[in-house]
């Protein structure tokens, strides 16, 4: 796929691995439609980095916790800009629920974000997707995570969310097969949790394989490569320094 003057919706790019993503779909010189909730001050950053490195790109506000925003949100990007060539399906929430204390409401809402929102906008943006620019079929990437490969008792809902995330990839790739790829990068530790201790900072690096941390231009170079790779589909890509192989 020739990336330039393509149209992009990168979900939850205002802030972390999905900013960083659709900062590097604009550089390829992408249309990028930049999805935010409640970080509007990060999506106006990324607006302002993709244009300034000129690409072009608009910021779309919209809660995907809402079941009826993801058919909303694709009519409204395509709307703008005529086309929907490349999905990728960043946004999720990543939230601490030990077993034995997560309620369904916490459940729900993990599910609602992380595996149901990425299924209903892939529904909605397909016909969008199939047609792509100038007849040339478009792709998908979902943002899945080591979480989905490893298991952390402090986080199963999470971990099953993004299990469900790399099975959603596999299904879509075979049913929306030929005219749209579908495949999926899951990032390990290129970004730290938020209000982690140098301790557990320092026992993640000491634990991965090759020593450090990622950035998140690893992730965004693995979903480059995917949407450049025009003969994969339904390939998950870990990018966790090793971590899945230390056992």
Request: net charge neutral; glycine share 4%.
């Given at each position: 796929m020739e990336l330039r003057d393509r149209v992009g919706l990168v979900t939850g790019a205002g802030r972390r691995v999905g900013q960083?993503?659709?900062?590097?779909?604009g550089a390829r010189g992408m249309r990028v439609a930049v999805h935010f909730n409640r970080s509007s001050g990060g999506a106006n950053e990324?607006?302002?980095r993709i244009n300034a490195a000129g690409g072009a790109a608009e910021a779309f506000e919209e809660d995907l916790a809402d079941p009826s925003t993801p058919e909303r949100l694709i009519a409204r990007v395509a709307g703008r800009f005529g086309a929907i060539d490349v999905l990728v399906n960043s946004a999720a929430i990543m939230r601490r629920t030990p077993f034995g204390q997560v309620?369904?409401?916490a459940w729900d809402e993990i599910m609602g974000?992380?595996?149901r929102a990425p299924f209903f906008l892939s529904q909605a943006a397909a016909p969008y997707l199939a047609r792509g620019t100038g007849g040339a079929g478009?792709?998908?990437v979902n943002i899945?995570?080591?979480a989905a490969f490893e298991t952390w008792p402090a986080y199963v809902p999470h971990g099953v969310s993004k299990g469900g995330i790399v099975n959603l990839t596999r299904a879509l790739a075979r049913t929306l097969a030929p005219a749209?790829?579908?495949?999926?990068?899951?990032?390990g530790t290129v970004l730290l949790p938020e209000n982690w201790t140098e301790e557990a900072a320092e026992h993640l690096r000491e634990t991965t394989p090759l020593g450090r941390f990622g950035d998140p231009s690893d992730v965004s170079g693995a979903v480059i490569f995917l949407l450049e790779s025009d003969y994969i589909t339904g390939e998950t890509i870990i990018v966790d320094g090793g971590r899945h192989v230390r056992h």
């Open positions: 960083a993503i659709a900062v590097a779909l990324t607006v302002a309620t369904p409401a974000l992380n595996l478009g792709a998908i899945a995570d080591l749209i790829r579908v495949n999926a990068v899951a990032p």
